[in-house]
């Protein structure tokens, strides 16, 4: 009896010992099965945060990017962050095209700004691409000539952002030695604005204006003074016989045939051009005020008058150029970013305000421009009323379809019109542009 | 101190054991854990090394897929008879130029994509300080600053390559980056252009980045030894030749990796020279940091303990179960003789104690039979010895008797002379002709009769010897010659002062045994005498029998046992009493 007595405790001790060891084995597997299990959770989870992390795409940094970095500060959530990425305009279009395109949505910012001029191509090329914003803000309280570019079948795409009113700003001291006040600058057309260039090329040795050959933005703002496009409100291409386009190359022919103007082929060297004191005007969108303003020894030297108009009748001293709206794609974060740009774009009054005085970005979010902040006389222009005026050519600017390939058709008309400086008829130019034009976006 | 001592010794196999134990199963875990983390840890380098050389391997492709990218651009552009044409030709007025401008783009937006992939930047300079930049964001240079940089001066003495440098100065506005520059030049030797692409630090981290992480770095190290691109940002821009003389040694070392000391700390060092940029490739490993995280020391160390206290445990146990049983065995042995060998041992603990007990109470029974049979033997030749004495009647006592009797008969002493050989007669017939070992009461009596007159016949009668048995006794069994002994004692030694007195025999039953009682009023004796039963004698006479009152008691003892035997008691010029104390026998035995 003893003995298997004995005989048992042994058995047991010893399957005691190996249930102890295996246990301490499995044990530690299990723990460190759950440890890694816990860090991949922490990591997804960290992941997850950093997809919290946005990315926005825009261009210019006095401007865009300032805006975007003043809405952040005004953004009161501290789980919210976002990395703001410079990047070219063009830059932007060409990898939004080939990410959209692809339709993997890889690398894609959260937060991406178009222009207005563009956004339709976008919109109606890729329309699952995009997150429908509508429901974060009130489309009423924005210029209503913003929501057409920035929606799509009645859906709202785009927050709009800036207007793209455009403004002839001037260097006073170039034009007076020209003889010229600011009286003479208000409410002319382009024809008496080449003239205005001529003399000063004369008196000062300076250049009327900088061009980029290969962005004719000027010629679009020339078109708008006349409510004229590339295309009709149904969507045809009207090159041929638009006798908007006509002037308008006509005056873009006149500023290079008479050596009034300078070249540039960058933004930078844009840039420049008008804060080294090489050009006398800068006829863009309002936009361009924060980068005139970075050259801060040329305070006082600089005034806004309205933009020169065609010399053709019905055409209004306002034009538009490049305002721009911000869009969400369609990706992880959608929410947070929709979120974070109703919150600011979309209805922070004081926001506008700080973005007038501080960055000199004029909103289209009409609440806002019954702030003060509308009426700040602007010491670098003068003591004028910078956004007071632009607001009120805002108003005037005549209203434009742009269509889906505003862009497109410049494409073929910048390398036409290459021939036509060369000495090509207008006419005929416009003839083989359109034809091409045609064929292309057929 | 005392106590130690004395614990130390009475579990002294225990603690050898134990200790041997303990000393052994440390060592052997000690040293496999030891060696299992240094295998590991030595196997996973090995691996990771392995693996970091292809790795190594991937980022200088994807470096010359990028030089490639860079070659194959520039020849592009210096073929490329538009641009050529464009920039020797002169553009005085702002028509001339916007067509430049135009057709300059437009040629370069093509060539462009080759290298846009790597996120890298095109720039072409004419002679005439027009910039044309394909990404101004990454790098943004105007004419001016650029045709008066040193670079250009670089440029023009190699006009035939493409020349890399490292620019972090004003030049860049700060931002790190690789510039690689060429000359576009006729064959006539005359340069008509600049080419330049440049790619920033970040972009270029971008080639290898995704093959680091904690503790596995690369550099990259220009031939001066400056690091111009690291994944630890804090290096980029610092200079460091013991690097890169670590790295030219490697060029000629056919090792897949080495262990340097860099920076204060041991690396892994493994590096590739990149001729197409002219900078060296070097990855770093911390082995420790990166070891780490594949071998849990503290894991393998914690389980090593766990296993080695559960084996000590267990040692414990079952070593202080087994000694406890050999040392219990070893305490019962040694006491084995106070219980003089009779006790068995206790049968417990393990087989082998057990097995020991059991054999060594088998041998202790052995030992008591054995010892038993011993004693039998003795006992039975004892008795044998007594038993032929008791036959034999001693011949000085016939001879004595005879000479007696012939006295006797010279006397003519007839009627005594008659009694006398009619009681030595009875006496040589009861003794000679009985065989029997036990006689009656009644028998003794006669022959007691027959000694007492051939005694008085011989030696007067001053002695009387008075008779008083108990009628029931008559028939009960006694040895031969118990009595006798002491009557003849009585006769000669009680009487030596004293001339007369007399001798009483009472034999009766007391307490169911058979009670003989020799009392004498003789001399007596001094207590000295009388030991163990018997009366000591010097003298050498001549008994009646080889039995004399010595070996009485012996015998009755022998034969009856302890509660029998035989009792002395005497008191000086008074008298010797003797009790012979016998069990009651009514048959013959």
Known sequence: MKKTLSKKLWLLMLALFTALVLTACSGDDEGSDNAEGNDDAEGSEASEGEGAELTAWAWDVNFNIAALNLALEHYDNEEFNLEIIENAQDDIVQRLNTGLSSGTMKGMPNIVLIEDQRAQSFLQSYPDAFYAIGDYFNTEDFADYKIAPTSLDGAQYGLPFDTGVTGLFYRTDYLEEAGYSHEDL?????????????DVKEKTGKAMLSLDPNDLGILRVMMQTTGAWYTTEDGSIQLEDNEALKMALENYKALLNNDLANLHSDWSQFLASFNSGDTASV???????????????????????????????GAANASNQGGSSFYVLNIDGKEAAAEFLGETFGSNVEFYQDLVTEVGAIGTYKPASEGDAYQFENEFFNGQQVVYDFSQWMEDIPQVDYGMNTYGIEDILSAEIQQYLDGKDLDEMLTDAQAQAE???? | MKKLIRFVQANNLFIKFFLVMVISIIAVSLFITYSSIRMSSNLFIDTFSITNSKVMDQITQRFNSFTDSIVSASLEVDTNGTIKQLLLEDHDNAVDKSTFYFYMTDEMDRIYSEVDPDDTNMVIMSNSNDIFNMNYIKWQINGHTLMNDPMIERVENSPNEIVYQYEDSELTNGVPMIIASKALKLKTGYIYGYLFFSLTEPDLKEFYESYTGVGNNVLLVTPTGKIISSNQDERIGETSPQLLSYAEDFENLDAEYQQVNVFDQDYIFLSEYIPSLDIYLINLIDQETVAENVTDTNEIILISIAIVSLSVLVAFLILRRMTNSISNLVHQISDMARYQFNKPLKVTGGYETRKIANAFNYMLNELQDYVQILMKTQEKQRKAELEALQHQISPHFIYNTLASIKFMIKQEKKE????????????????????????????????????????QARYGERIKVNYLVSPDCLDLYLPKLVIQPFIENAFFHAFTKKKSGYIQILIAQKEEKLVCEIIDNGDGM???????????????????????????????????????????????SKGTRVIIKLPVNDEQT
């Open chain 1, 439 to 442: 064929n292309q976006f057929k």
């Open chain 1, 186 to 198: 208000v409410d002319i057309t382009w024809t008496e604005y080449i003239e205005i260039a001529t």
């Open chain 2, 416 to 455: 005594t002379a008659s009694d006398t050989i009619d009681s030595f007669i009875s006496l040589l017939q009861s003794s000679i002709s009985n065989a029997d070992e036990t006689i009656t009461v009644e028998q003794e009596l006669e022959n007691l009769k027959s000694y007492v007159q051939i005694n």
């Open chain 1, 283 to 313: 006829p863009v969108g309002n936009w361009i005020a924060p980068s005139v303003e970075a050259e801060e020894s040329q305070s006082g030297l600089w005034r806004v008058a309205p933009t020169p108009r065609l010399d053709m009748e």
């Open chain 2, 526 to 572: 001094i207590s000295e005498r009388i030991a163990n039963n018997t009366i000591k004698s010097k003298e050498k006479r001549q008994l009646f029998s080889g039995i004399g009152v010595k070996n009485v008691h012996e015998r009755i003892q022998l034969r009856y046992g302890k509660n029998y035997g035989v009792e002395i008691t005497s008191e000086l």
